[in-house]
């Protein structure tokens, strides 16, 4: 009985701390961001600057608050977000596929390593006027840069995996007896994933600023980046604070809650890499 | 196959594969499919380069864009690097500049632009900062994860041999932290590159290689444009390839931090 009640003491006082100690890290957290905001609030009451140019947190959440609740910046963001995907998709699987293929095939990368080395270093913005030129204004110009510039990562990265493949994997799974395709799927495809993720983390980062600059660049009717860009010609900077915000959150939630959680799936469970 | 063999192949491919890809650009341009104001030939295009070569107009540029750059770029390293080191060395400093670097970070630089557009008017002063801020994060990052994952072991040994703080810092922290330094001023050059032509287009001034790609697609000029991605991307690979694979030699292999790649 008094065995009992001392371990329901002490697991009780064990969640308690544990729930503390996640409140502790929680404040400590938002500690800074309160910080900053509290000189922010101050410096925009101060008048310091027109308050039309840096508005007060609340004028920028009364306008968050407005815009998200008659649609526009979800219709912003989801076309943003569609922008994305698509050309990152392209990107995915033309980078994976060339990739792969280089670290092969000797001859694919003679093929492909001097045109991919000429036209990757140039930054990614410094092609839009020429899509802009070819493909005319909109959203066909804006995927496919978004496609192009982000593509290189994924190739450099899927072309190093597949020759960091140990040798000795590959030889022994061929020792056994593995027919190509099987070396290629259980060997080679796992051997070379983790490297192939951190080319599609590169890539998607990469998307994802290129796209807000294209937006801004290719006029097209719908995108959090020309609402950003737009709102500028008319002085609202509390609605392009609001649109920043959302572009904080979407890259944020993009890097938590798709690449960890791939990672997880994969290679940590593999073993490729430790958690 | 011998290795100098195989080096020759791949390198007559290589020539190959370039030139095949000039021919096929260079009969579609001369097809006359599409317009010759948007597909110029290549002889144009070098002609063009040439022609401002000659007359100093994107040397002049180019100096407006390399000056913007490496203020931003130092600016980020001037305050990156120290961030980064104070952000490993005390957990004070850590855990109040982790989340804001943190919630900073996936802020692509260019959703800044329209903003510091407002706040600092059209011209350098926009663009500097645009760069200082692209460039900033991955200075801070690596700068930090360098520090923190110095072995140890160095430490403790430095310790035991009678290092005192000051000579703990300079002869085992930094040079341990330094791989992950010049990664991150790698990154953060690169970085600092793609954002200058984007602020240059956006933010437009009336100098800078990024407004002029950008200017000649109002004038459908696609010969200066081709001509400047030319010099862009060579600017670029310069810095790349021959500063930063100096600064490498000249530390960290020299330090044998890293080991040399084979071959």
């Not at chain 1, 990107?91 to 670290?103: K, S």
């Not at chain 2, 801020?133 to 690596?142: C, D, E, H, I, L």
Request: charged share 15%; with cysteine; glycine share 8%.
């Amino acid at each position: 009985m008094q065995d009992a009640v001392t371990t329901i003491g002490v697991t009780g006082a064990a969640a308690r701390s544990q729930t503390s100690e996640r409140l502790r890290l929680v404040a400590r957290n938002i500690f800074p961001f309160v910080v900053v905001g509290t000189i922010w609030e101050i410096v925009a009451w101060a008048g310091v600057f027109p308050r039309r140019l840096f508005p007060t947190l609340e004028e920028v959440a009364a306008s968050f608050v407005h815009l998200t609740v008659t649609g526009i910046l979800p219709h912003h963001a989801i076309e943003t977000v569609i922008r994305l995907l698509s050309g990152f998709a392209l990107a995915a699987l033309f980078g994976v596929t060339i990739g792969v293929l280089m670290g092969r095939s000797r001859r694919a990368e003679d093929i492909f390593l001097p045109l991919v080395s000429i036209c990757a270093p140039i930054p990614g913005l410094a092609y839009a006027p020429l899509f802009l030129l070819w493909f005319g204004l909109g959203n066909i110009s804006a995927v496919l840069l978004v496609g192009f510039v982000s593509a290189f990562p994924i190739i450099f990265n899927s072309w190093t995996g597949v020759k960091a493949v140990k040798e000795i994997w590959v030889r022994s799974a061929q020792s056994m007896g593995a027919d190509d395709r099987r070396l290629f799927s259980h060997v080679i495809l796992p051997g070379a994933l983790p490297y192939i993720l951190t080319g599609l983390r590169l890539g998607l980062a990469q998307a994802w600023r290129i796209l807000v600059a294209v937006e801004m660049l290719a006029a097209v009717p719908w995108g959090l980046g020309w609402l950003i860009f737009g709102a500028r010609e008319f002085l609202n900077t509390d609605a392009m604070l609001a649109g920043i915000a959302v572009i904080a959150l979407i890259g944020l939630g993009l890097e938590k809650f798709v690449f960890q959680k791939i990672e997880d799936y994969t290679v940590v469970r593999w073993g490729m890499v430790t958690a | 196959m011998t290795e100098q063999g195989q080096r020759n192949r791949s390198f007559i491919r290589a020539a190959i594969t370039l030139a095949i890809a000039a021919a096929i650009y260079e009969a579609l341009a001369r097809s006359g499919y599409f317009a010759p104001a948007l597909l110029p030939t290549i002889p144009a295009v070098a002609k063009t380069l040439f022609a401002m070569l000659a007359d100093g107009s994107i040397i002049e540029h180019a100096a407006f864009t390399m000056y913007r750059v490496m203020f931003g770029f130092g600016l980020a390293v001037v305050v990156g690097i120290p961030l980064g080191i104070l952000m490993a060395r005390f957990s004070a400093i850590e855990g109040f500049c982790l989340p804001l670097v943190s919630a900073l970070m996936p802020i692509p630089s260019f959703a800044l632009v329209p903003l510091f557009m407002l706040w600092f008017g059209i011209g350098n002063l926009t663009t500097i900062l645009i760069v200082f801020y692209a460039a900033t994060f991955p200075m801070v990052f690596n700068t930090w994860s360098g520090v923190r994952s110095v072995n140890p072991l160095w430490l403790r040994a430095a310790g035991a041999m009678g290092a005192d703080e000051n000579s703990l810092f300079w002869k085992v922290i930094i040079p341990g932290a330094s791989p992950f330094i010049i990664t991150g001023m790698r990154q953060a050059f690169l970085r600092a590159w793609i954002a200058v032509v984007g602020a240059e287009m956006i933010a437009a001034s009336d100098w800078g290689l990024g407004w002029v790609i950008f200017d000649a697609k109002e004038f459908l000029n696609a010969d200066i444009m081709l001509a400047s991605l030319a010099v862009i991307g060579a600017i670029g690979y310069a810095f790349e390839r021959l500063v930063f694979g100096s600064i490498e030699r000249a530390t960290v292999q020299r330090w044998g931090m890293v080991r040399l790649a084979k071959g």
